[in-house]
């Protein structure tokens, strides 16, 4: 699977999932960095058929009313450890690559995993 971790999250976890697999880019490797917009962020992932990976709402809101980014994996834990987000990452990974094969639209919160049945 393709991800792009937006800059709220560590580029470590990239980093970890490139290490899993994955083909995993962070914003910090886009032209304009992590000071990459939104709209830039939505079009780079949309582009290269990626999943955004983030904590930022805005995307929730931005896929659900334009379907931008097209591929959207929402981390709603609050503040955590980067040593404890990606443990939690990490051993819901298969889950949300299977959901994502799916659907386009997945939350992981502290304790469980969301689908969010989205119209493609």
């Given amino acids: 699977m393709k991800f ?17 697999g994955h083909d995993a880019r962070h914003t910090s490797d886009l032209p304009g960095g992590n ?28 896929h659900l009313l334009r379907s ?12 955590i450890a980067n040593d404890a987000l990606i443990a939690m990452i990490d051993s819901n990974l298969a889950a949300i690559c ?9 939350e992981v919160t502290a304790d469980r995993l969301i689908v969010h049945n989205d119209v493609p």
């Fill in 35 to 62: 000071a990459s917009t939104d709209a830039e962020i939505a079009v780079a992932a949309d582009a290269e058929d990626r999943v955004v990976v983030t904590k930022d709402r805005d995307f929730r809101d931005s």
């Fill in 4 to 20: 792009l971790v937006d800059a709220q999250l560590p580029a470590r976890l990239a980093r970890h999932l490139s290490d899993a």
């Fill in 68 to 79: 931008s980014p097209r591929r959207l994996c929402i981390v709603s834990t609050g503040n």
């Fill in 98 to 106: 299977s959901a994502l094969e799916e659907v386009r639209f997945v």
